[in-house]
């Protein structure tokens, strides 16, 4: 069965510094990964994917993801974390079996403070 | 090209009642998933209808239910509602049989039970 986990309900950040938020997965079959950003009273905005080739995914807004299929990983980062970037991230996994149910993560929110 | 839309935005019911709930997805998207998001919490999957057909269901009660008419738009009915129904419903809109594509989320509609 298709699972996803992000560890962290909560990251809290200093603008300027680095931010990770984490996000592991289980498939059966090969994954797509996904990460979305919700703002408040918003729906899901689509940040980046990975779906096969370089294991480092560059998306929207500065994020980037690194892929690691041995820890079975999907880390989203961030050089630099902006107070505008305090959202509820989530991690998503599609298996290219199964048909193709899209199973989202519980969520984690980002506090950047200034 | 528009996005994935949801009516209405709000919604006030009293307990007992039904809802209905609606999605138009984008313009060639076949797929069409629903998802509840109590406050503050992560996303559950409910339905995920493709060309017409439920494809797959999530852990919900019969009284969660819809239909795909034939022009994909979606409508999500809840009856006898309870106060614990109160929550964020986002639909979200995708293309058929292509996994390693990201799904489109519309606003969301608010539902409120009193």
């Known amino acids: 069965a298709q699972s996803v986990a992000q560890p962290e309900d909560q990251v809290n950040v200093a603008e300027g510094n680095p931010l990770t938020v984490k996000c592991t997965y289980s498939?059966?079959?090969?994954?797509?990964l996904f990460w979305y950003v919700q703002y408040p009273n918003r729906g899901l905005q689509f940040l980046l994917k990975?779906?096969?080739?370089?294991?480092l995914v560059k998306g929207s807004y500065g994020f980037e993801a690194e892929f690691n299929k041995s820890q079975t990983s999907f880390h989203l980062k961030k050089p630099s974390a902006l107070v505008s970037d305090s959202a509820l991230y989530f991690c998503?996994?599609?298996?290219?079996?199964?048909?193709?149910?899209?199973?989202f993560g519980a969520g984690t929110r980002l506090f950047v403070k200034a | 090209e528009a996005g994935v839309t949801q009516s209405p935005t709000h919604l006030i019911k009293t307990r007992g009642q039904q809802a209905t709930l609606r999605c138009s997805p984008i313009s060639g998207h076949t797929s069409v998933y629903w998802y509840q998001q109590a406050l503050g919490l992560g996303l559950q999957f409910l339905l995920w209808y493709d060309e017409g057909e439920e494809r797959n269901r999530g852990n919900f009660p019969p009284r969660f239910s819809g239909r795909q008419f034939p022009n994909y738009s979606s409508e999500l009915n809840v009856n006898a509602l309870e106060l614990e129904d109160s929550a964020l419903y986002l639909c979200?809109?995708?293309?058929?049989?292509?996994?390693?594509?990201?799904?489109?989320f519309g606003q969301g509609t608010r539902l409120t039970v009193v």
């Open positions: 498939v059966s079959g090969n994954p797509y």
């Open positions: 998503a996994v599609r298996a290219d079996t199964g048909g193709f149910k899209t199973i």
């Open positions: 979200a809109s995708s293309l058929v049989g292509v996994p390693n594509t990201e799904a489109f």
């Open positions: 990975y779906i096969t080739g370089d294991n």
